[in-house]
């Protein structure tokens, strides 16, 4: 039995609902609401110590990392497949998901998160945000979620972030020259990891992702977008759309 922990249908839980729904995998949806810090409950740290989400937990056995989990997902399940067999177009589609990891994620996710926190944080009082911040396994995630809700991030920081996504949008811009998906002529968890954080971002990052910037890459997002399996991940209920459609993916 596979069973997914999730948050909303968005970032590194998007990344594996996009490959599961691709695969047409059935599995156990457990959504993981992190405005309510449900990731830093004692239940939810003894599947991953971490704090973090997506889990999946596969005849009992947990697998973290959303990258690990959908190359070990392509494994197991591997009609359709979602690694390139050649080996340098299996090279391209790691470097776009090492990136992705690295780079373009972390970006994303602190600018996302200063523009989210206080709808969480103001709802509560100091001792109570307090006593979330010590539950925090994490020592990064701690630092951001305690930045973010106080000072914040400083203007240099939030441009050095935007300057991150303009960045990321451009190597798929060029990459997109050379073929119609991110590691060359197949769709590839390559395509799926820079969807999972590019998806909300047409309308809310519009100077760094347009038809004159990046048209391919507006042009792949459009192509994604209609893929049924992407439909379906995206349609995937939680607690969190509203604050979603109001302020951006926070995570
Ligand atoms: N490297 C991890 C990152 C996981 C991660 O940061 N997940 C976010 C949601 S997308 C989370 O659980 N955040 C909870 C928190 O910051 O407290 C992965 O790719 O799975």
């Given at each position: 039995?596979?069973?997914?922990?999730?948050?909303?249908?968005?970032?590194?839980?998007?990344?594996?609902?996009?490959?599961?729904?691709?695969?047409?995998?059935?599995?156990?949806?457990?959504?993981?609401?992190?405005?309510?810090?449900?990731?830093?409950?004692?239940?939810?740290?003894?599947?991953?110590?971490?704090g973090q989400v997506p889990v999946l937990v596969?005849?009992?056995?947990?697998?973290?990392?959303?990258?690990?989990?959908?190359?070990?997902?392509?494994?197991?399940?591997?009609?359709?497949?979602?690694?390139?067999?050649?080996?340098?177009?299996?090279?391209?589609?790691?470097?776009?998901?090492?990136?992705?990891?690295?780079?373009?994620?972390?970006?994303?996710?602190?600018?996302?998160?200063?523009?989210?926190?206080?709808?969480?944080?103001?709802?509560?009082?100091?001792?109570?945000?307090?006593?979330?911040?010590?539950r925090i396994p994490r020592e990064e995630k701690?630092?951001?979620?305690?930045?973010?809700?106080?000072?914040?991030?400083?203007?240099?920081?939030?441009?050095?972030?935007?300057?991150?996504?303009?960045?990321?949008?451009?190597?798929?811009e060029a990459a997109l020259a050379k073929g119609?998906?991110?590691?060359?002529?197949?769709?590839?968890?390559?395509?799926?990891?820079?969807?999972?954080?590019?998806?909300?971002?047409?309308?809310?990052?519009?100077?760094?992702?347009?038809?004159?910037?990046?048209?391919?890459?507006?042009?792949?997002?459009?192509?994604?977008?209609?893929?049924?399996?992407?439909?379906?991940?995206?349609?995937?209920?939680?607690?969190?759309?509203?604050?979603?459609?109001?302020?951006?993916?926070?995570?």
């Open positions: 039995m596979l069973e997914l922990y999730h948050a909303e249908p968005a970032s590194n839980s998007l990344k594996v609902l996009l490959c599961l729904k691709e695969k047409g995998i059935d599995f156990v949806s457990h959504l993981v609401n992190i405005q309510a810090f449900e990731q830093h409950e004692p239940q939810f740290l003894k599947i991953n110590p971490d596969h005849d009992g056995t947990v697998i973290t990392e959303s990258t690990v989990i959908n190359e070990y997902l392509d494994q197991i399940f591997p009609s359709p497949p979602l690694r390139p067999a050649d080996p340098l177009e299996c090279a391209r589609m790691r470097l776009f998901t090492k990136y992705v990891d690295e780079y373009f994620r972390p970006a994303l996710s602190q600018i996302g998160w200063q523009l989210m926190i206080h709808t969480i944080t103001d709802k509560l009082s100091r001792e109570e945000f307090a006593a979330k911040l010590a701690r630092e951001k979620w305690r930045i973010a809700a106080a000072q914040g991030y400083t203007a240099e920081q939030m441009a050095a972030w935007r300057r991150t996504l303009a960045e990321g949008i451009g190597k798929m119609p998906w991110l590691a060359g002529p197949h769709y590839s968890l390559a395509d799926i990891a820079c969807f999972a954080m590019a998806a909300h971002m047409p309308g809310r990052f519009g100077d760094i992702l347009n038809e004159t910037v990046s048209p391919r890459v507006m042009d792949w997002h459009r192509r994604v977008r209609a893929r049924p399996a992407v439909a379906a991940a995206l349609a995937m209920p939680s607690p969190m759309q509203a604050a979603a459609r109001k302020h951006g993916p926070a995570s």
